[in-house]
């Protein structure tokens, strides 16, 4: 079983700043690709931030310069640090992991459940 767990997510007013974290935990023997989405009520789920293991990042446009993504490869968990946020930032982010549960293993994507961030005055 792997499991990945989001935190950090509330209620925070427009220009605030959040720092979500995901950690993945169960059997797992190594994590490639890391990345984090969002989906608004009554939207498509989009692709917020990805990083590969050696550190490389990506970011959709909307956050550039305010969202800021990173990872311990140790503790196998990664982070969102979001700030300026505005209310259109307010949507269920989610993380997922691209990994091998063991050394033989094809590399699959799971998913965390999601947490809510909502930016409103």
């Known amino acids: 079983q792997v499991h990945l767990v989001e935190s950090g997510g509330g209620l925070v007013q427009p220009g605030g700043s959040l720092r979500l974290s995901c950690a993945a935990s169960?059997?797992?023997?190594?994590?490639?690709?890391m990345g984090w989405y969002r989906q608004a009520p009554g939207k498509e789920r989009q692709l917020v931030a990805t990083?590969?293991?050696?550190?490389?990042?990506n970011y959709a446009d909307s956050v550039k310069g305010r969202f800021t993504i990173s990872r311990d490869n140790a503790k196998n968990t990664v982070y969102l640090q979001m700030n300026s946020l505005k209310p259109e930032d307010t949507a269920v982010y989610s993380c997922?992991?691209?990994?091998?549960?063991?050394?033989?293993?094809?590399?699959?994507?799971?998913w965390g459940q999601g947490t809510q961030v909502t930016v409103s005055s």
């Open positions: 169960g059997s797992i023997y190594s994590i490639n690709g």
């Open positions: 990083i590969t293991v050696g550190g490389r990042t």
């Open positions: 997922n992991a691209d990994l091998r549960r063991f050394y033989y293993d094809h590399v699959s994507t799971y």
